[in-house]
């Protein structure tokens, strides 16, 4: 199986977020050992940069991704947002 390419410094695959064991190891095989591209962490990170990426994020908390990833896209297109670094 692939190990998606976070794991090493991803807080939730190094046990550092408050999830019960048993969900964690199932969330592990199926998000971090097998389609990292189903991980909402992982779709966060694609989309916006592993400094976008909450630290409190399930990798099943797809809406959360979602709404990060919206927020972000939506900040860079308003211009009234944009600091001093954008211009």
């Given at each position: 199986m692939?190990?998606?390419?976070?794991?090493?410094?991803?807080p939730f695959f190094n046990d550092r977020l408050a999830i019960a064991h048993q969900t964690a190891e199932q969330f592990k095989a199926r998000y971090c050992k097998g389609g990292s591209a189903d991980c909402a962490r992982y779709l966060v990170f694609t989309a916006l940069g592993r400094?976008?990426?909450?630290y409190d994020m399930a990798p099943n908390d797809l809406m959360r991704a979602r709404r990060t990833i919206a927020a972000a896209k939506n900040q860079d297109a308003d211009p009234s947002r944009m600091t001093e670094h954008h211009a």
């Open positions: 692939a190990r998606c390419e976070l794991a090493r410094d991803c400094e976008c990426v909450p």
